[in-house]
């Protein structure tokens, strides 16, 4: 195997690519600054415990694990950033009220998400703790749209979903006897009606119908007041017919109202290019979401661009159970939507040790310009940039800039 190949679904960033990602990057975490989120940097690398707590079996199968030849115990390779801010949240800032944190980073992936997916996908998202009010699930989405138009990505659909609905049917009704919760879960979010039925076969009867009802409520839905439009589903409102369909107690009906009054919010207004719907068998995603979820999906990509929901208990293991919600984006999928940027204009410069030279030079570069001085041999080397101007000596010895003829 020759040894500049890479492992399957891992590859390098070259520079075209690497500047628009790490420009998008510094205007989403600039984006978020402005709401007043700071900035954390959780370790790639954690005890597996930690990594993995409350999260389900789909992240721990997606984790690298290795032993820690210092200690003896197992770590594991972050598949996802969620769960260590909610351990810095919780025990390491041990703040009281509300917190805003973000964060960029890669992640790394045992298998990748789809067969062209990167199994180093790089995340950057926001967390808002110590809030169970609406007011947070408002604010986290409203950030979430504000960063899909920062990475010009148009017309934007979001999907949400109430992940507290099974639990409350589940709980109401007692578990599905002989078929584990992990694989309900996958029933329900890949919409297999049939083998659905085949594995609800001995459940009662009013849970069987409750929950083989969930794949069929999706569909657009009306927001701020507005008409749900053209896109609607037939047969009318998701919620009103969950409203129909699902038992209307406890907690189930909590999570619906709870949806309602988010698709009530007039901030939806405010965006005429985001369509809202809901899915109520959208349980992708990790098991420590326990409220509302959302997932956005853009044109020209087959997969969601972002995902994140509520998940008020991720910090309990840590010994302090918050109300959380947030949200990560891919960033890799995101600036491959860039439109391709002309290379950036440079000024050409001869190496010399000329103290003059150094000087001018330097005051270009701290006045924002890229100054690239070619090496000796080297003036035709390929680059990225365009140089349209260059420094030369005048007749008096001083050193200008001027405008370089080209062809």
């Known amino acids: 195997m020759p040894r500049w190949l890479l492992p399957e679904n891992i590859s390098d960033v070259l520079p075209s690519e690497a500047r628009r990602i790490e420009e998008l990057r510094r205007r989403l975490l600039d984006l978020y600054r402005s709401y007043g989120y700071e900035l954390v940097m959780p370790p790639m690398i954690e005890h597996i415990d930690s990594l993995l707590t409350g999260s389900g079996r ?35 800032l041990n703040r009281d009220g509300v917190a805003r944190l973000c964060y960029a980073g890669s992640v790394l992936h045992t298998r990748a998400a789809s067969p062209f997916a990167s199994r180093e996908p790089m995340h950057v998202g926001a967390e808002l703790y110590g809030h169970a009010g609406l007011a947070a699930d408002l604010e986290i989405i409203e950030l979430l749209v504000r960063s899909l138009a920062v990475a010009g990505c148009g017309k934007v659909r979001l999907d949400l979903c109430h992940v507290g609905i099974v639990p409350a049917l589940l709980s109401l009704h007692g578990p599905v006897p002989g078929v584990d919760e992990e694989d309900l879960y996958a029933l329900l979010q890949g919409k297999d009606q ?5 594995a609800l076969v001995a459940a009662p009867a009013a849970l069987r119908d409750a929950l083989l009802s969930l794949p069929g409520l999706h569909g657009r839905i009306a927001v701020g007041g507005a008409p749900a439009g ?9 919620l009103a017919r969950a409203r129909r369909l699902l038992p209307q107690t406890g907690p189930s009906s909590e999570a619906l109202d709870r949806l309602e009054r988010l698709a009530a919010s007039p901030m939806w207004l405010r965006w005429p290019e985001v369509e809202v719907s809901v899915d ?3 349980l992708r995603g990790y098991r420590y979401h326990n409220g509302i979820t959302f997932a956005a999906y853009v044109e020209s990509m087959p997969f969601a661009v972002a995902r994140g929901g509520r998940y008020d208990d991720a910090g309990r293991v840590f010994g302090r159970a918050r109300p959380a919600t947030g949200f990560s984006l891919e960033l890799r999928a995101l600036a ?10 440079a000024i050409a410069a001869p190496w010399s040790d000329d103290h003059a030279l150094a000087m001018v030079v330097e005051a270009l570069r701290a006045s924002g310009e890229i100054v690239i001085q070619a090496l000796p041999g080297s003036e035709r080397d390929q680059q990225e940039f365009t140089c349209d101007r260059e420094l030369v000596a005048d007749e008096h010895g001083r050193w200008i800039v001027r405008e370089l003829k080209q062809g």
């Open 194 to 198: 049939p083998g659905l039925a085949e």
């Open 230 to 238: 053209i896109g609607a589903r037939a047969g009318g409102d998701p």
């Open 58 to 92: 789909d992240l721990g199968l997606r984790t690298f694990q290795l032993v820690d030849q210092m200690s003896g115990r197992t770590l594991g390779l972050r598949a996802d950033i969620t769960p260590q801010v909610a351990r810095i949240d919780a025990h390491m």
């Open 336 to 345: 491959d939507l860039q439109p391709e940027q002309p290379p950036a204009r």
């Open 280 to 282: 109520l068998a959208d």
